[in-house]
C-alpha cells in the first residue's frame, strides 16, 4: 500500500503536498461542518491530525472512521496546524481499512497499568507502550552498535541446555514425556526422552559465550533467557533477554571498564534518538528522569568493596526487614539505600562473597571473595551481574565437585582451563532492567509486551 509514514509529515516538508497516510484513530472530533482524528501508525509518538471537511464526506461513511481504535487510509494535503511548527492533513478521500466499535477497549479515558495488563494485545497502541517499544527497539539496536563499533562479534547460544550456568535450580525443564506410571527413576525418565538426558530453558548464554570468546577473543550474545524464579517482584520475568559480552584476556577491572562505556553509550543514544518518549516518560512517569540519564551519560559511576558496602548498611541507621552483615546476599531494601540513598547514582559492587555466588567466578588470594560484581542503579537494583572467570582448571573442578555438581555437564568448560586458558571476564546486562532504568517504568510486566510471571501467561 503506497502512503507515507506519518512521521513525514512532521518538519513540513511536505507542505502543500498531496499524500496518503495510514494509521488508527486514537482520538476523534465532529462537530457541525468538521470532523477531526488524530493518527498514529507507529512511526512517532505524536498523533497526526486529520480534517475531514463535512461538506464532502458523507455522514453514513465518515461515522466508522472516527471510532476510537479504526485503521484508516486517508488521501488529503498538507495544511498547516492551527499552532506554530504542526502541520496536518486535509482529508480529500478517506477509506475505512478495519472498523472498531464501543466495545473497544482503550476509550478515552486514561487506564490503569493494571488494566492495561489484561488487554497484552492492544495496550500497545497507547501512548505509553507505543513509547516503551519504541525505546526497548533503539536501545537494542544502540547495543549491538556498540558492540559491533567495538570490534566485538554477535554469536548466538542455544536456548535448548543441558546445564545450569547460574548453579541456582531455576531452569525450565523441556521434555515430551508425558506422565508415566511405570518409569522407576528419574534417569529411566531422561532416557526416555528426547535428547536422552534432562533438558532446560538456558538461564543465561554464558559458558557457550565463554566458548567463543576464547576463540574469536571479543563475543556478546543477546537473546531470551530464562527462569524459573518464584518471586513475584516487578523485578523479575520468567522469560527476558539478556546482553552478555564475553571478553578474552580481560580482567576484573577492565571489564567493568566496559560495561560503564557501554551504560553510557546506550543511555547516550537514548538521550539523542528518543528525546520525545523520554520526555513523554518523564512527565507521566519519573520527575527528572532526563537530568538522570544525562548524568549516567556525563559522570562516573561509583564503586565500593562489598565489604565496605555492608559497614556502610550497618551503619545507615535503618531497620532493615533483612539485617544485614558479611555474608548474606544483598536485598532489595539494602541495594536500594545504596543507590537511592548512599549513593544516589549507579553503583558497582565489587568482591562478593564465594558462597553466595557463582562457581564460575574467579577466586580472589583471600580465599573467600571472588572477582564478581554487580552493577546497581537508583530505583531498580541490579542491572548487570559480571565477573572475571575462573580460569585455574584444579580450583574450578574442585568447585564444581564441592557444590555438588554433575562433573559430566561441564567437561568442555572444563575443558577451557586445560587447552590455552586465558584470563576472561563477562557480564549480562538485563535488557527489561535497562529498559526500566530508562524509561521510568515501575514494573518489569510493564517494558515486555507479553510478560511471562509465575501463575501469569497471557
Ligand atoms: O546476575 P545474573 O544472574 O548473571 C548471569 O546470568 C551471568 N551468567 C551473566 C554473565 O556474566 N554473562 O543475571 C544477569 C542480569 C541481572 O543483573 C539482571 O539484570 C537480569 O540479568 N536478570 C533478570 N531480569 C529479569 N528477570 C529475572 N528473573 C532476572 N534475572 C536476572
Ligand atoms: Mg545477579
Known sequence: MQHVDLKEIRGGKLLGKKVTVCGWVRTSRDSKNVAFAELNDGSELNHTQIVFDKTKFDDNALAPMLALGAALRVEGSVVKGQRDGTYEIQAVNAELLGGSDSTYPLQKKRHTMEFLRTIPHLRVRTNTFNAVFRVRSELSYALHEFFH??????????IITGSDCEGAGEVFKVTTVGFDPTVK????YNKKDFFGCSAGLTVSGQLEGEVMATALGKIYTFGPTFRAENSN????????WQVEPEVAFADINDIIGIATDMIKYITKYLLEHCEPELKFFEERFEAGLIAKLQNVADSDFARIDYKDAIEVLKKSGKTFVYPIEWGLDLQTEHERYLTDEYFKKPVFVVNYPRKIKSFYMKQNPDGVTVAATDLLVPGVGEIIGCSEREADYDKLLKEIKDRGMKLSDYANYLDLRKFGTVPHSGFGLGLE?????????SNIRDVIEFSRTKDDLK
Open 233 to 240: 517482584t516487578p523485578r523479575h520475568a520468567a522469560e527476558f
Open 149 to 158: 563499533k567495538n570490534g566485538y562479534y554477535y554469536v548466538h547460544s542455544p
Open 185 to 188: 527413576s528419574e534417569e529411566e
Open 433 to 441: 532492567r535497562m529498559l526500566m532504568y530508562v524509561t521510568g517504568m
